[in-house]
C-alpha cells in the first residue's frame, strides 16, 4: 500500500502482481460495512470493482473479505486440456494467463441449462467460481459467449464513433436515442450485423 500516492499492489487470482490506482472516490468495505481506505491491511483479501482510467486499473470499489469462500473471475478461453483438467483463461483486466482445474464436481452451466467440457473452446467468455490457493480448483463455469453466437442488444446508445466503428448501448433509457442491435460474437468482438432505432410513445 502507498496511501501517499494511493496506489496498493494486488496478487490476482492465477498469481499475477498488478498495480491499481484508487481516491477518494473508491468505496471500501469490510465485510458488508463500509471502511476508510486506511482500513486496507496487507494480507486482506479483496474483491474489486475496477475500470481503466488512462490505462491503467482503477479501483473504483473495494471489498474486503474476511471470511474464507469460493472467489470468482471473468475471462476468455485460451486452452483447455480434457486430459488434466487444466483451464487457461485471459482474465478480463490482466493480461497474465491464468491456470484454473476443473474436475469431475465441476457444473458447466450454458443458456441456463447444463454444458460440458466442449463448450470451453478457445475464445469463449465465461464466468468463473473457483476455490483459490495454488492452481485453482474450479466449482463452476458459466459459458456467456461462444465465437459465432449471436445476440440482441436494446437500449440508449450512449457512445457513438463512425471513424473507429465503435457503438455502445446502455440498457437504461436517459433520453439518448433508444436502439436494438443484433451482433455476432467472433471470439474477440461483437460485431453488429444490424441496427433499429426504436420509437418509444410520446408521454402525455
Do not use: C, W
Not at 488512462?54 to 486430459?83: C, E, W
Not at 491456470?99 to 465465461?126: F, H, M, N, Y
Amino acid at each position: 500500500m502507498d496511501r501517499v500516492l494511493d496506489r496498493m499492489e494486488v496478487q490476482a487470482f492465477g498469481g499475477k502482481r498488478i498495480e491499481l490506482n484508487f481516491d477518494v472516490r473508491t468505496q471500501v468495505s469490510r465485510d458488508g460495512v463500509k471502511v476508510a481506505a486506511k482500513e486496507i491491511r496487507p494480507g486482506d483479501r479483496v474483491y474489486m470493482d475496477t475500470v481503466l482510467n488512462d490505462r491503467k486499473p482503477f479501483a473504483k470499489s473495494i471489498r474486503i473479505v474476511t471470511t474464507r469462500g469460493p472467489m470468482n473471475g471473468h475471462g476468455q478461453v485460451l486452452a483447455y486440456d480434457p486430459g488434466s483438467g487444466k483451464l487457461t483463461l485471459r482474465d478480463e483486466l490482466f493480461a497474465q494467463p491464468v491456470t484454473l482445474r476443473l474436475t469431475p464436481e465441476t457444473v458447466i452451466r450454458k443458456d441456463q441449462g447444463t454444458g460440458s467440457p466442449a463448450d470451453l473452446q478457445p475464445g469463449t467468455l465465461v464466468a468463473v467460481s473457483f476455490t483459490p490457493g495454488g492452481e485453482g480448483v474450479t466449482r463452476e463455469v458459466s459459458v456467456l459467449a461462444v465465437p459465432g453466437s449471436s445476440f440482441a442488444f436494446s437500449g440508449p446508445v450512449t457512445y457513438l464513433n463512425l471513424a473507429s466503428r465503435l457503438l455502445a448501448v446502455a440498457n437504461k433509457s436517459d433520453g439518448r436515442t433508444d436502439v436494438t442491435v443484433n451482433a455476432t460474437f467472433d471470439g474477440k468482438h461483437y460485431v453488429a450485423q444490424n441496427i433499429t432505432v426504436n420509437t418509444t410513445a410520446s408521454k402525455p
